[in-house]
């Protein structure tokens, strides 16, 4: 059984940075997919960032690109997401996701992870 454990959420003002952790266990990260979504009360779940186990390849949607950066430790079977330049519009609970079947095109997908961790809240005030 998979575990994912997220940490590291907190409060912050504008223009801070955060990192947040996600140790996984249970299963080889190898051949996996790993990522970052985030969810506001009363919207969608969204796409933060994600990572390829093998390669290190990432993906970032406009709204984060160039201010968050995710990646893996291997040795650890762990996925950091660095957050600077906080805006409040980044205020969510931040989830972490693995999949082994994640294909490219669905890569920015929820639906196209299996397991997910239990959220970390993080605010960004004004």
């Known amino acids: 059984q998979v575990q994912l454990v997220e940490s590291g959420g907190g409060s912050v003002q504008v223009g801070d940075s955060l990192s947040l952790s996600c140790v996984a266990s249970?299963?080889?990260?190898?051949?996996?997919?790993m990522a970052w979504f985030r969810q506001a009360p009363g919207a969608e779940r969204e796409f933060v960032a994600a990572?390829?186990?093998?390669?290190?390849?990432?993906h970032y949607p406009d709204s984060v690109k160039g201010r968050f950066t995710i990646s893996k430790d291997g040795k650890k079977s762990t996925v950091h997401l660095q957050m600077n330049s906080l805006r409040p519009e980044d205020s969510a609970v931040y989830y972490c996701a693995a999949g082994w079947t994640v294909i490219l095109s669905a890569i920015r997908s929820a639906n196209a992870y299996h397991y997910w961790g239990q959220g970390t809240q993080v605010t960004v005030s004004s």
């Open positions: 990572i390829r186990w093998n390669g290190g390849s990432t």
């Open positions: 249970g299963r080889t990260m190898v051949n996996s997919a």
